[in-house]
């Protein structure tokens, strides 16, 4: 029920959780091991079951559940990595890093946003297309297995509409913004499930919110 609301008030949300969720049921197997990178509180923790989870964040914070936090040395299966390569001052040092940590043949998990509000400031540097995405693999020894765009041109339109208040500054008072969601979420409802609609009929791939991409390691 939680992702279905997620879903229908906060698309941008549901594709990065859904993105994982696809991932944690082709992936989580006993016998392998998984570093979420930028893990924070560890909120996908809970879809890998079976394989070993560790989490590493990409700076020292405050959180508890974090179980390495600096250089990690080891062999990995997986790396996840979601929304935090935008927030990289050195993004090409990060994929060496991923390589580094990664068995031949190790899978990368990445996702990151294209068409999104400044945030996190100061630490907000990048956007990346799926090119710049391809490019910063390839340099670094991956090859693209997956590439997806997360959003079409109607779901840009409608994030952008429904977030609208946060540009003018609503979020300042959080109570304020909560309750815009609750009026009007019928009608944030009909624009996203409308905008999906939409970006199935025209699909085109010159604009997306974001990015979900599954790299392998060349051996």
Same mark, same amino acid.
């Given at each position: 029920?939680?992702?279905?609301?997620?879903?229908?008030?906060?698309?941008? +949300?549901?594709?990065?959780?859904?993105?994982?969720?696809?991932?944690?049921?082709?992936?989580?197997?006993?016998? @392998?091991?998984? !570093?979420?990178?930028?893990?924070?509180?560890?909120?996908?923790? @809970?879809?890998?079951?079976?394989?070993?989870?560790?989490?590493?964040?990409?700076?020292?914070?405050?959180?508890?559940?974090?179980? +390495?936090?600096?250089?990690?040395?080891?062999?990995?299966?997986?790396?996840?990595? $979601?929304?935090?390569?935008?927030?990289?001052?050195?993004?090409?040092?990060?994929?060496?890093?991923?390589? %580094? !940590?990664?068995?031949?043949?190790?899978?990368?998990?990445?996702?990151?946003?294209?068409?999104?509000?400044?945030?996190?400031?100061?630490?907000?540097?990048? %956007?990346?297309?799926?090119?710049?995405? @391809?490019?910063?693999?390839?340099?670094?020894?991956?090859?693209?297995?997956?590439?997806?765009?997360?959003?079409?041109?109607?779901?840009?339109?409608?994030?952008?509409?429904?977030?609208?208040?946060?540009?003018?500054?609503?979020?300042?008072?959080?109570?304020?913004?909560?309750?815009?969601?609750?009026?009007?979420?019928?009608?944030?409802?009909?624009?996203?499930? $409308?905008?999906?609609?939409?970006?199935?009929?025209?699909?085109?791939?010159?604009?997306?919110?974001?990015?979900?991409?599954?790299?392998?390691?060349?051996?």
């Amino acid at each position: 029920m939680a992702l279905i609301l997620k879903f229908l008030l906060m698309n941008f +949300y549901f594709q990065i959780d859904w993105f994982v969720i696809r991932l944690a049921r082709k992936y989580d197997r006993p016998g @392998k091991k998984l !570093l979420d990178v930028g893990a924070g509180e560890c909120k996908y923790k @809970k879809h890998f079951k079976k394989l070993v989870y560790k989490s590493q964040d990409v700076k020292q914070n405050t959180y508890k559940t974090i179980d +390495y936090v600096g250089e990690v040395k080891g062999k990995y299966d997986y790396i996840l990595c $979601t929304q935090v390569l935008e927030h990289v001052k050195k993004p090409e040092e990060m994929f060496q890093e991923f390589k %580094r !940590l990664l068995k031949p043949g190790g899978k990368l998990f990445l996702s990151t946003n294209f068409i999104y509000q400044i945030h996190m400031v100061p630490d907000d540097y990048w %956007r990346f297309t799926e090119y710049g995405l @391809k490019h910063l693999g390839k340099i670094a020894g991956f090859k693209i297995e997956k590439l997806e765009q997360q959003g079409g041109i109607f779901q840009v339109l409608a994030y952008l509409l429904i977030t609208l208040p946060l540009r003018i500054g609503l979020e300042k008072w959080q109570w304020s913004y909560w309750l815009y969601i609750i009026l009007f979420s019928p009608l944030i409802m009909i624009l996203n499930l $409308t905008a999906v609609v939409l970006d199935q009929i025209f699909k085109t791939k010159s604009l997306a919110i974001n990015y979900g991409v599954v790299y392998k390691k060349y051996d």
